[in-house]
């Protein structure tokens, strides 16, 4: 027995006044309404109702059962009202899964137009470190990847970051300005400290239009860097202070592009490139406050296969990095080391204006 629907059915009765009646307002034939009040008695074990062929009274106990059904069934229709009210009407409470980074250096900074245009939604962000694949315990994923999209998801992409070179102009005008990879070698380097860049770190430079000369490639062994992190912001706030250069997504060094904190090193050369993803279990009954916050990062970060932020910063290279293969490239020798190699005497540093990361 459908519980819920005869007690929808009890309630006509009482409403309509009769079991005929309650039948053409249910467009149900009588005798369903009949059976049904019949099974619901049964499942009680009380009647509800005295009845004969002219008139229909609720028992003391099937008056006091009907006010409840009432009272449940106002609730059943007031959560079904809330429920639709949260796919139209952007409210409550968004829980959002991201990269530490992308969250100190890009959503929080423009969380305040959000709450502007949305003042009834709060945003509970998670931030613990890398995020690589979705997580249907949040709302909303937002990954960053290198590799190709897997699973049974729904996504979009937010924007492309290229992995740059930079370091602060300080450091720079007394160190040089290298204008080819290899130059590296007489430089400090700060460097996460992972198998892939242990292995050798590829520069390529040209073209890859169809109409473009090949351009060139250079890979580097690192040696050991003057600082080894694997947090990104240790890395930007290293550089920051002059330490030396570091390679960040473009996402962490937009403002310091434009404050002149930092400056791009080797702008002809790339490394590789990230695609930034928001991800979703699916788009079924997609509340209203997922839909508008998906909506405003789109339409913050161009949800193109772009990098919005050296655009930004009027530095972006024209050209989309490729995938760096999965192998080394062979080498006809070794390949020449980089960073942190004994250094001729030089002039006392003048330590950095720029601020550090927070």
């Known amino acids: 027995m459908d519980q819920l629907r005869a007690m929808q059915v009890l309630a006509k009765v009482a409403d309509e006044g009769s079991f005929a009646a ?9 005798a369903v309404v009949t059976r049904v009040i019949a099974e619901l008695e049964e499942h009680l074990g009380a009647r509800l109702m005295n009845r004969t062929t002219r008139r229909m009274n609720f028992t003391e106990v099937g008056d006091e059962y009907l006010q409840r059904v009432r009272q449940i069934l106002a609730d059943v229709d007031d959560a079904a009202v809330r429920v639709g009210n949260a ?52 709302d909303l994923t937002i990954l960053s990847t290198r590799q190709p999209l897997a699973g049974d998801f729904i996504a979009r992409r937010l924007a492309r970051t290229e992995v740059v070179l930079c370091a602060a102009p300080d450091y720079l005008d007394t160190r040089g300005r290298p204008s080819h990879p290899q130059e590296l070698a007489h430089h400090d380097t700060l460097l996460p400290p992972i198998s ?78 990230i695609t930034i993803w928001a991800a979703m279990p699916s788009r079924k009954h997609l509340p209203a406050r997922t839909r508008v916050f998906l909506d405003f990062l ?19 290279t024209p050209l989309r990095a490729p995938t760096p293969p999965a ?13 942190a190699q004994p250094q001729p005497e030089r002039p006392p540093e003048r330590a950095p204006d720029a601020p550090s990361a927070q």
């Open 327 to 339: 192998a080394p490239m062979p080498q006809a020798a070794p390949a020449p080391q980089f960073g």
């Open 87 to 138: 796919t139209v009407e952007p409210r409550g409470h968004l829980r959002v899964l991201l990269p530490p980074a992308l969250a100190v250096h890009q959503v929080v900074k423009h969380l305040g137009a959000f709450r502007r245009l949305y003042p009834q939604v709060t945003v509970e962000l998670h931030s613990p470190g890398p995020v690589e694949a979705m997580d249907e315990a949040y």
């Open 196 to 273: 892939e860049v242990q292995r050798g770190i590829t520069f390529l430079s040209g073209g890859e239009g169809p109409d473009d000369a090949p351009g060139e490639s250079v890979t580097l062994i690192p040696h050991r860097p003057v600082l080894s992190s694997s947090h990104i912001d240790t890395n930007y706030a290293g550089a920051l202070h002059g330490l030396g250069i570091t390679a960040l997504p473009s996402f962490v060094l937009e403002d310091a592009l434009l404050e002149n904190a930092l400056e791009r090193v080797l702008p002809d050369w790339r490394l590789f490139s």
């Open 22 to 30: 309650a039948a053409r307002a249910l467009d149900m034939a009588p």
């Open 298 to 316: 789109i339409n913050l970060f161009g949800g193109e296969d772009k990098d919005p932020w050296l655009m930004a910063a009027a530095c972006a």
